[in-house]
């Protein structure tokens, strides 16, 4: 057998299940989303109609669109730079030559991030629980009025991006750390010698050297955050007054609950569409911006 | 600042941070050992009164958390094994196999790392229903038997083979699945354990495609039955934390051995720049 003939065989089990399960879904979510695909269509096919654009009108005239749009881009402006920051504040902790015991705290830190999500949202929601959690006990007893965090419309966002930020920071502390250690450690050296202070070592050297990964790290985490649904699922079932409803939450409703399978696919490609435009208008900041 | 003093800030910084990262995570151990009711009285207990298993017990025994963990441990098991393998040949094949389009398959996998993966969920829904396999084990292990971010993570890890080693047994007349078993198999065993447990992983706390396809109890895994339990014990919090530790230990468990792998899996697959 030849190479090429060979090398067929070992990549035709992936492709074909990449191919059938994921590219060939995604072509049909297209076309789906431009058809009336509903319960009807689902007992009988010939119900099935060609609506083109009609989907998506309909969508864009929708308060509970606009509003499950706002609340996800709420959690990615938020969470996004609030994670980060965590991230990279961890990762420079521990990346210090006096930080002690750094396989400990790096393992530490990272644990919430291979946790399962469900289990640890209802680890929250007893944590947060406005009578019992120890959260508000905390805040009693310190004498700061008490907030009913996944009950009030005000508070169940800030809620879950504390919860996300708690539990995905870890992740890019460790690429970060990467980022960090590749930086040469001349430049502080030199630094230190010109007199400058930790903070502007901090603006001038490993923010302008860490630039690509933050790029990165932006763009993966930005991803991550646009597709929010397991935390509001578990935590708040979008409530409270659809105040945790995602772009995600509203797919699986409108596809799943609803059966509204047309409609629901627009919701995703419009998604879609957002993060890649998002990412794309990224990675152009960071090639106008000062070269690194 | 004086060294000393920025050396007991940057540590005191660093237990707070780790403080706060698994305070929730023993808090849940604790409570998952109260009594029921202890967790919903004032002030907030710390520590069980005195420590039982009846949580543990009223979940295996009542609620069908034995057939939970069965259901996830088969599941993660299948699809971890199995894409192991389909993986591992295709990210061989497209770093040291030539053949024709090679290239352009591989740019077309890499672009679809952009499509975020629910897209393709409500086509995929219809596509297993017509397929009969709606609610059974096949509906959450198929679509998930090669993934394109593990085919880039063994070609990246395959391309430092050198080409010589094949070269040599190819002239000795092997062929081409023996090159892969006995020389390329055992070269890429590092990242055979990076990759098996990062599918592992995400396997195991899925959730949104698992809720999807599994509709009956009988197939759910952890997640799902969580997820499910905790809509219907809202006021049960022991019973809730007990349910958290048996679906977090084993994954838990599984990273704190092998995080050396995990780690560096991490790093590789996200500098793709």
């Known amino acids: 057998m030849t190479t090429s003939r060979a090398a067929w065989w070992f990549i035709t089990p992936a492709l074909i299940v990449l191919g059938v399960f994921f590219l060939l879904p995604v072509v049909a979510a297209l076309v789906l989303s431009l058809t009336d695909y509903d319960l009807y269509a ?146 502080y050296e030199a630094a230190r010698i010109d007199g400058a202070s930790a903070m502007a070592q901090f603006r001038h050297i490993t923010l302008p050297m860490l630039k690509p990964t933050m790029v990165m790290v932006s763009i993966l985490t930005v991803s991550g955050y646009f597709q929010l649904f397991a935390e509001p699922y578990v935590m708040t079932e979008g409530g409270p007054l659809q105040s945790t409803t995602s772009v995600l939450y509203l797919m699986y409703e409108e596809g799943f609950k609803w059966w509204n399978l047309g409609s629901a696919s627009a919701v995703a490609f419009i998604l879609f569409v957002i993060m890649f435009v998002v990412t794309a208008a990224i990675l152009r900041l960071s090639k106008q911006g000062a070269p690194a | 600042m004086s060294p000393r003093v920025a050396k007991a800030l940057i540590n005191g910084l660093l237990i707070g941070g780790a403080a706060i990262a698994i305070a929730p995570l023993l808090y849940m151990v604790s409570v998952s050992f109260m009594p029921q009711g202890q967790a919903s009285s004032l002030p907030p207990p710390v520590l069980p009164t005195h420590a039982t298993l009846d949580n543990y017990r009223q979940l295996f025994m009542n609620a069908g958390m034995g057939r939970y963990l069965f259901n996830s441990l088969l599941i993660s098991t299948c699809i971890t094994v199995i894409s192991l393998a389909f993986n591992l040949m295709a990210g061989y094949a497209f770093a040291k196999l030539e053949f024709k389009g090679r290239q352009r398959i591989f740019q077309v996998l890499l672009g679809a790392l952009v499509i975020p993966a629910q897209v393709a969920m409500l086509p995929l829904f219809l596509l297993l229903k017509y397929m009969g396999l709606v609610n059974t084990y096949g509906a959450v292990i198929v679509p998930a038997l090669a993934t394109i971010f593990g085919i880039f993570l063994v070609r990246q890890y395959a391309s430092g083979i ?112």
């Open chain 1, 42 to 187: 689902l007992a009988d096919i010939r119900n099935l109609r060609f609506v083109a654009l009609e989907n998506y009108w309909a969508l864009l005239q929708r308060p509970l669109f606009w509003s499950a749009l706002g609340h996800t881009v709420y959690f990615v402006v938020v969470g996004v730079p609030l994670s980060m920051a965590a991230s990279l504040g961890a990762a420079m902790l521990l990346n210090s030559p006096l930080a002690r015991f750094k396989a400990f705290f790096r393992t530490a830190l990272f644990a919430p991030v291979v946790t399962t999500v469900v289990a640890v949202a209802v680890i929250w929601r007893y944590l947060f629980n406005t009578k019992y959690g120890l959260v508000n006990y905390a805040f009693d007893s310190l004498g700061i009025p008490t907030v009913d965090w996944l009950g009030d419309p005000h508070w169940a966002m800030p809620t879950i991006i504390l919860f996300a930020v708690w539990k995905n920071f870890g992740y890019n502390m460790i690429i970060f750390m990467a980022g960090l250690q590749a930086i040469p450690g001349d430049l």
């Open chain 2, 162 to 273: 050198p080409n010589d080693l094949m070269e040599a047994a190819r002239i000795d007349g092997a062929g081409e699945f023996r090159i892969f078993a006995t020389i390329v198999m055992p070269l890429l065993k590092p990242i055979m354990v990076t990759l098996a447990i990062f599918t592992f992983l995400a396997a195991w706390n899925d959730f949104m495609w698992p809720l999807i396809a599994l509709t009956g109890q009988e197939h759910y895994t952890l997640p799902i039955a969580l997820a499910s339990l905790s809509r219907e014990h809202v006021q049960d919090s022991e019973l809730m934390m007990a349910g958290s530790v048996v679906t977090i230990l084993p994954v838990l468990v599984l990273f704190l051995a092998l995080q050396r792998y995990y780690l560096e899996g991490l790093l590789i697959g996200s500098v793709k720049g």
